[in-house]
């Protein structure tokens, strides 16, 4: 890196500490705006992952040369008062996780992996393992009403997109997270084992001759596995049955 090229980093780098303490993310905008709290920690959110990235390029500079010569100076300087910054954000954090933990697990889980990340404190440690646990009762009560097919399909499919969603979007952020892996993995499993339950039964229906319920078994499969090209194929096929005995019906009558 040149010397113009560096000092102009040095100099946008200093400016990124104040620049970022000009946000207030944890200030409470929920008397002013529908879904205020919400919009608040997605806002902290948002703050603490890019302080998080402006310490990371501060830190990066350590290799970085001016004149020749390491400056670690700055950097450190620099590194130290982003460290300041996140610190002060960590008991937002904690409070955002609790916030959450029943309605949003993936911005719990977020904002207590940011608390942990910051400083690995017994209260930070605690807050992440709730949110695991609470993770891990949604998902094996919603495994045990799907294998006791308790849920309807509308229901079903909202709580299966919906924990899909949280389990993905927590391990994009945290990858090695194996405990959320794990979840993750046995949704999946059970997913494709309910799957191809549910084909095997609308299989059977079907050759009975009973088509309209082996088409409703089959979009309950369709539930767990959208865009599965071979149950749409069976209940396209079930459609031209159906549409065909109408057609008899409407030309006897």
Same mark, same amino acid.
């Given at each position: 890196m040149s010397r113009l090229g560096s000092l102009f980093m040095m100099m946008i780098i200093a400016f990124l500490p104040a620049a970022c303490s000009l946000i207030k993310p944890g200030l409470d905008f929920h008397d002013d705006l529908g879904g205020g709290v919400f919009l608040a920690d997605s806002l902290l959110l948002l703050d603490v992952q890019n302080l998080f990235e402006k310490r990371a390029l501060v830190e990066n500079l350590n290799t970085a040369s001016v004149d020749g010569n390491k400056d670690s100076t700055v950097v450190d300087k620099l590194s130290r008062q982003f460290h300041a910054i996140l610190i002060g954000k960590r008991q937002a954090l904690l409070s955002c996780a609790s916030r959450h933990i029943e309605e949003r697990l993936a911005i719990a889980y977020d904002c207590a992996h940011f608390a942990e990340k910051i400083s690995s404190t017994e209260e930070s440690a !605690? #807050? $992440?393992?709730?949110?695991? !646990?609470? /993770?891990?009762?949604?998902?094996?009560?919603?495994?045990?009403?799907?294998? #006791? &097919?308790? $849920? &309807?399909?509308?229901?079903?499919? *909202?709580?299966? +997109?919906? %924990?899909?969603?949280?389990? +993905?979007? %927590? $391990? #994009? /952020?945290?990858?090695?997270? *194996?405990? %959320?892996?794990?979840?993750?993995? *046995?949704?999946?499993?059970t997913q494709a084992k309910a799957v191809s339950e549910l084909v095997a039964e609308g299989d059977k229906l079907y050759r009975e001759q009973r088509v309209k319920q082996a088409m409703q078994v089959w979009q309950r499969a369709l539930v767990l596995d959208a865009g599965n090209k071979k149950i749409l194929d069976r209940i396209e096929r079930a459609k031209r049955v159906l549409g065909g005995v109408e057609k008899l019906k409407r030309s006897s009558s």
């Open positions: !605690g #807050s $992440l393992r709730r949110v695991r !646990g609470r /993770m891990g009762q949604r998902v094996n009560g919603f495994l045990k009403d799907l294998e #006791s &097919s308790a $849920l &309807s399909v509308d229901v079903q499919e *909202k709580l299966y +997109e919906g %924990i899909l969603f949280d389990l +993905e979007r %927590i $391990l #994009s /952020m945290a990858p090695e997270d *194996k405990e %959320i892996m794990n979840m993750l993995s *046995k949704v999946r499993a």
